[in-house]
């Protein structure tokens, strides 16, 4: 039982993580209907920022930068690339988001070459054991972090007026643009998030247990997108249980790796798109997306 309540506890944690970078990816695609695969360069940038400053600025304020640093990128890649594509079909922006992630990915491995760098955080391998379970500080503040910034989220995208245009234009873009949104601000506020929120899940997904940042860690972009198709990419509650889906299975599956083993290796990595599979095949708009209704 012990094992099992650690597995759970960690893997609500990594889920709330994986919920950030799954929020990008609805955030962008609520604003202009384009599935973001360049978010995976987003995360590696800002975890690139903070790992490169912290020595130099501190810890925190190395997070600030980093944090401004992705938002920056998200920002100018919308405006340089994305917005001189406007209007042009949906899967033809996706794919000009896949190119615009290989060059950003390119340089960064370029620039971290084999090196694991250290973020500098102040909980290190500090452990919390309550009740014979024990949880890393890293995974508390993880999930602290995660509910402060989702939170806040939810609240700015139900009072601001941001949040009001952006749930216009993704009701319909066409009749916000007529009723005086500026789709293009809605679109480059909604890349800077996405940013801004992968920077953060770069931070906890490269401190303790794990070595630190190094080229792989923008993969974990890929384990969140199961999240944000399994929860509705146009919803932000799905993102929210998609990812803590995501956490929970593929903490449980590593967990007992060895009894299931019969199920072969690396169980952990692939259960998170057995689940979406199995969940799209039940509903394929996800758990909480919009069903499209079509009138014959």
């Given amino acids: 039982m012990t ?6 506890i960690n893997g609500v944690s990594m889920g709330s993580v994986y919920a950030l970078i799954a929020l990008g990816f609805v955030v962008i695609f609520r604003a202009t209907e384009v599935v ?8 590696l940038a800002g975890g690139y920022v903070i790992a490169s400053l912290h020595d130099d600025i501190g810890f925190w304020p190395a997070v600030g930068v980093g944090i401004a640093a992705a938002a920056v990128v998200g920002a100018a ?4 690339v994305m917005r001189r594509y406007r209007g042009r079909d949906h ?3 996706a794919i000009v988001t896949i190119g615009v992630d290989i060059l950003l990915t390119t340089e960064l491995t370029r620039r971290l070459g084999t090196d694991v760098l250290a973020m500098g955080d102040p909980w290190g391998d500090a452990v919390l054991t309550v009740g014979g379970v024990s949880i890393a ?9 995660a509910a402060l910034l989702i939170t806040a989220f939810l609240l700015t995208f139900r009072y601001t007026s941001w949040g009001v245009a952006m749930r216009a234009a993704a009701e319909s873009s066409e009749t916000a643009a007529l009723m005086g949104v500026r789709l ?4 480059l506020g909604a890349w800077a998030v996405a940013g801004g929120l992968a920077a953060v899940a770069a931070l906890f997904l490269t401190v303790f247990p794990t070595p630190g940042l ?3 860690t923008s993969l974990a972009a890929l384990k969140a997108f199961p999240a944000a198709i399994l929860g509705g990419l146009d919803s932000t509650t799905g993102a929210l249980v998609g990812g803590l889906v995501v956490g929970v299975t593929e903490s449980l599956a590593a967990g007992y790796q060895s009894e299931l083993a ?3 290796r690396g169980l952990g990595d692939l259960a998170p798109y057995l689940v979406m599979t199995v969940i799209l095949l039940l509903r394929p708009s996800g758990l909480f997306g919009t069903k499209e209704l079509a009138r014959v």
Avoid: D, P, Q, Y
């Avoid at 890649?77 to 340089?80: G, I, K």
């Avoid at 500080?137 to 972090?145: G, L, P, V």
């Avoid at 293009?184 to 679109?187: D, K």
């Fill in 3 to 8: 094992t099992f309540l650690e597995l759970l």
């Fill in 36 to 43: 973001n695969f360049a978010h995976a360069s987003l995360l």
């Fill in 77 to 80: 890649v919308e405006f340089l």
């Fill in 91 to 93: 899967s033809v922006l």
């Fill in 137 to 145: 500080h890293t995974r508390i503040a993880a999930f602290a972090a």
């Fill in 184 to 187: 293009g601000r809605v679109s």
């Fill in 214 to 216: 190094e080229r792989a």
């Fill in 262 to 264: 019969f199920m072969g």
